[in-house]
Every structure is written in C-alpha cells, then in structure tokens.
C-alpha cells in the first residue's frame, strides 16, 4: 500500500451532518495512478514507487518519457511514494480513493496562491506606521539596518518580497465523506492551492 496519491482540489462547499450541523469541506478529486516504475533498495539505495497521474495522448510527450514509460499509456505527472512491502507492487497496478476511509486523518500537500510581490503589512502582518497626515511612512517597512556594528542586514528579515506560491503542507485534515462514483474526497477544512490545482494526499496519524 501506497503511504499518499495525487488528487486535483475541485473547490469548496459545505455538508450537513445527522444533527443539522453545517461542515465546510473541500472536494478533491484523488487519482487514480498508476504505478510506472519501482525503485528498490538494491538499485536505488532505498524502496519506493513512481507512479503516474493524469493519462495524456502519446503525441504530448517526447522521446525520453517515451522510453521511460515503456509500454503504458503516458501520464502528465510523475511522483514517487513509499510503500510498505515493495514486493507486493507490480508495475502498472492501480491505486485510487479506496486507500482512504472516512473518519481518518490525513496531510495534503499543495502549492499556495501565489499573490505576487507584497509589502509586508500584507506579507508579515506588520502594523504598520502612523496613518495621521503629514506622515510619510503609513505602509513603509520602517528602519532594517543596524548601527555601526555589525553595519549589515541579517539574514531573514522580514522584508516585502514573494508572497504564496510555495509548497505548503496542512496536517491533521480528516475526510469527512467519499463519493467513490467520482473518486471524490470531502476533506474538512481548507486545502493549500488554487481551484483545479495538483495537491499530494498522505496518509498521516497526526
């Protein structure tokens, strides 16, 4: 068994449980994937699978993926898992929702809403200077430098700069319903990422 799948974040909505009360959950589509090669502690140094996610027409890839996928169907995205006993995974096996159940608590990996470049009241949650006329600093970063000793910027100051787009993981995240007729998940909560982006399922105790 597989410790995580790949899964696309459809968008969110709410649930209504037995005592009326509303729940908000995410709607993941989670696989399936197909294992496409298997790396074991003999060759590679340590055990773990490579799988494949989304089938794609064979004209989209090129010479390299061609030969690396051999004989199947070739796939948008690869990614590779840890499983339990590599000897009971055989190529071109296929995982899917029912690794999950409901009620268990998993982690979700995905890359954040990217929001550009961004001072940092909105970056840090600074609070900012006086907002009162005649001053000039209202949304500025204020003073970053030291005195004459060590007459340089630290290393991690909080400055304006890049904010999302980052791989972000959320733990603790339980699924609340599964809809196996669409291979779909309702996890409770927020899940990292954009509408229609790539996010990672793993399983997780935490």
Do not use: W
């Amino acid at each position: 068994m597989l410790n995580g799948i790949m899964g696309r974040k459809i968008g969110m909505t709410q649930i209504f449980e037995a005592d009326g009360t509303a729940v908000p959950v995410t709607v993941v589509q989670v696989g399936p994937v197909t294992v496409v090669q298997k790396k074991t502690e003999e060759q590679e140094g340590y055990n773990s699978v490579q799988v494949g996610y989304e089938e794609i027409p064979d004209r989209k890839t090129n010479k390299p993926m061609k030969g690396h996928l051999k004989s199947q169907k070739a796939v948008r995205i690869l990614k590779e898992f840890k499983v339990d006993d590599i000897a009971q995974v055989e190529l071109g096996q296929v995982f899917d929702y029912s690794m999950f159940e409901e009620g268990e608590t998993i982690a979700i990996t995905g890359v954040s809403k990217g929001k550009g470049f961004s001072g940092t009241i909105k970056r840090h949650n600074f609070g900012g200077q006086p907002a009162s006329h005649g001053h000039r600093g209202h949304r500025r970063t204020g003073s970053i430098g030291q005195c004459a000793t060590p007459a340089r910027v630290f290393k991690g100051k909080k400055m304006p700069g890049q904010y999302g787009n980052k791989n972000v993981t959320v733990l603790g995240l339980k699924v609340s319903k599964i809809i196996p007729e669409q291979n779909l998940l309702l996890i409770r909560g927020a899940v990292p990422g954009k509408n229609g982006g790539v996010v990672t399922l793993k399983k997780s105790g935490r």
